[in-house]
């Protein structure tokens, strides 16, 4: 314990839609304290969140760092006066809301992202992402989000990328499902997401795997995301992870459908006959989310 409170421990967030997972780790990984918090409103969740951290921290060591991967929308812009700051979720009492602001109480420096960058962190080091240097990360569940991370950073512009709402190529006689994004209708989330085939086919597509043309249509959207991430950002490895993605036969589709759409046009070692080790499934399951964020604290500890 002497060693690890010198070297100080990291302090760890996976926050989602419905739970915090809040753990206290030390810099190699290993966790010593974890807490499950129900997501509510900040006024709410945020002390409990900090009252973790002080009893964990009372017993296991001062905390050195904190790592945050979070719902969103949220500012993940570390030069922006409002880094850490919810923006436009139109999730009750949290726009506005601040991670700092709960944790600056420790007096430990902080670093920030989205949950899907969290996640694809994780795979990056311990899961399916392991050796490759460029890796997109994609999860298809109640929305649709990709990460892209070179050299484990995420990539990003003025705000994390959106990539989920790209259109893919809608053929309205084969599906005329108009769509379900409130900005986009028929944008790659609007079509693709659990929220989507539930409100098309009235259940989820694990209970449509026997409908060959329904697993086609679905994964045909997905490809199109799948190539244009080949096309834009050339990574060593496209991951597909969520609760979609658990679709029997799904990933076998979007590997056909994306070679398809290459068409032999991008040329590399990596993009294997038939895709099957370059678009593969998520190897950490749960875990990606909070050992991403473990390794968030591990670069606010460098900083
Ligand atoms: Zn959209």
Redesign the pocket.
């Given at each position: 314990m002497n060693e690890a409170r010198q070297k100080g421990l990291i302090g760890a967030i996976e926050a989602g839609g419905t739970k915090f997972i809040c753990a206290l780790a030390r810099p190699d990984g290993t966790i010593v304290a974890r807490a499950r918090i129900d997501t509510r409103t900040p006024a709410e969740c945020f002390p409990d969140m900090a009252t973790f951290f002080r009893e964990s921290a009372a017993t296991h060591g001062d905390i050195a760092a904190f790592g945050v991967a979070s719902f969103g929308p949220i500012d993940i812009d570390p030069a922006s006066p409002a880094y850490g700051t919810f923006t436009t979720t139109p999730k009750p009492g949290w726009q506005g809301a601040r991670y700092h602001d709960a944790l600056g109480q420790f007096g430990a420096p902080l670093v920030v992202d989205n949950d899907v960058n969290g996640a694809a962190l994780g795979e990056w080091l311990a899961g399916a992402g392991q050796g490759a240097r460029t890796i997109a990360y994609t999860t298809i569940g109640t929305g649709v989000g990709t990460g892209v991370l070179r050299d484990g950073r995420s990539l990003m512009g003025f705000s994390h990328y959106?990539m989920?709402?790209i259109h893919p190529s809608h053929d309205r006689a084969l599906d005329p499902f108009e769509?379900w994004?409130?900005?986009?209708?028929d944008?790659?989330?609007?079509l693709v997401a659990g929220p989507a085939i539930i409100k098309r086919w009235g259940t989820s597509l694990d209970h449509l795997a026997d409908d060959p043309a329904k697993i086609a249509l679905i994964g045909g959207y997905i490809a199109d995301l799948a190539a244009d991430l080949v096309l834009m950002h050339m990574p060593d490895r496209l991951i597909f992870g969520g609760g979609v993605v658990k679709a029997p036969g799904l990933i076998e589709v979007v590997r056909q459908r994306t070679e398809a759409r290459l068409n032999g046009y991008v040329r590399n070692p990596r993009l294997d006959p038939g895709l099957a080790t370059y678009i593969v499934t998520p190897g950490l399951g749960d875990d990606a989310g909070i050992t991403g964020a473990i390794a968030l604290g591990r670069q606010a500890l460098a900083q």
């Open positions: 959106e989920g709402h769509g994004c409130p900005y986009h209708g944008c790659l989330e609007g």
